[in-house]
């Protein structure tokens, strides 16, 4: 009796082992704002191209992306091979051409609001917070802010409060962007820490850097060659006084981003062109630059400027 009575219990076991192995598991949902990998999408049916009309060479196809809410949800598309933990998504926001992975828990990155680039699993990833995640650090501010609150409240604007899907949009392409940075010049780069020792409150720098910034625009937006050789050598004149009033440390991180032999992104292609606009016998980008910055140019003409060495 006590031996057919063990042999049933064995039996029951087994059959509850095989219907919880044989029962569906619930499809992950996600946490992360849906709205993110609409924006993604609609960015990468641009980027994710060899005809990339943003940057000649720069096909993002392969690029991953990153979704993540602290804490909460970690959302990863187009990664050849997703980090232990990650689960197939299938719902109805889809990635078409690319595999959608979700991983609920604790993410990859634990900060609020850091939206840039990172190695997952081996490869460089484009990193994106949660719409919550950016919102919170936007709020902070305020909450932070010493004033009395009905102060505050009367100074909150809308965008304090809601993303602008546009600006999300160039977000996504930017981060992108430093992706395709990192596999054109690995070596090339600047550490953020260091922003900790820039001058923020030095008058002398400041305005030394309003007028670097003044004669750069009037390099870009001059429409003969001597007005844009002017500007650019008044441009290179401001930098080169600036550099002594910097201590080591800031300048070494001014230097790697503003360098032309700095990261190839579209701010120091500018600067690299308007270094050869000081020189002689090249090509200034003019308005076609501006547009590339996004910036709208006084006049309509868009073609570059040639001009000899005088």
């Known amino acids: 009796m006590i031996r057919w009575m063990a042999r049933a219990l064995v ?39 060899a ?8 096909n993002a196809a ?65 990193v994106v917070a949660d719409t919550l995640s950016n919102l919170k ?13 009905p102060e505050k ?5 809308p965008a304090t409060l809601a993303a602008d899907p546009y600006d999300q949009l160039a977000l996504v392409v930017h981060e992108a962007f430093h992706v395709f940075q990192d596999r054109q010049a690995p070596d090339k780069g600047a550490n953020e820490m260091l922003l900790l020792y820039y001058p923020v ?17 009037e390099c870009l937006r001059a429409s003969d060659p001597a007005s844009q050789r002017r500007a650019a050598i008044r441009w290179l004149a401001y930098g080169a006084t600036g550099a002594p009033r910097f201590p080591p440390k800031p300048w070494t991180t001014r230097t790697a981003w503003s360098s032309p032999k700095g990261w190839p992104n579209t701010r120091n292609t500018v600067y690299s062109r308007c270094w050869k606009a ?33």
Request: proline share 9%; aromatic share 8%; net charge positive.
């Open 11 to 49: 039996l029951a076991g087994l059959g509850s082992a095989a219907m919880a192995q044989g029962a569906p598991q619930a499809a992950p949902s996600l946490r992360v704002d849906p709205l993110l990998i609409g924006e993604a999408r609609e960015v990468w049916g641009l980027i994710a191209s």
């Open 278 to 310: 000081a020189g002689r016998g090249r090509q200034c980008p003019g308005r076609r630059a501006l547009r590339a910055m996004g910036i709208s140019a006084a006049s309509g003409k868009t073609s570059p400027t040639r001009w000899s060495s005088t």
């Open 153 to 157: 409240l009367a100074g909150l604007r």
């Open 62 to 126: 392969d690029t991953p992306l990153l979704f993540y809410l602290p804490g909460e949800q970690d959302v990863l598309i187009n990664h050849p091979h997703p980090p232990k933990g990650f689960v197939p998504y299938d719902g109805a926001d889809q990635f078409p051409g690319w595999r959608i992975f979700v991983k609920n828990g604790p993410t990859l990155v634990e900060w609020d609001g850091q939206n840039t680039s990172k190695d997952v699993d081996g490869v460089q990833t484009l």
């Open 137 to 149: 650090m936007r709020v902070g501010g305020v909450v932070q802010d010493p004033r009395p609150a």
């Open 201 to 217: 409150l030095s008058v002398q720098n400041n305005v030394g850097f309003a007028l670097e910034g003044a004669a750069l625009a």
């Open 51 to 58: 005809k990339n009309p943003v940057w000649q060479g720069w």
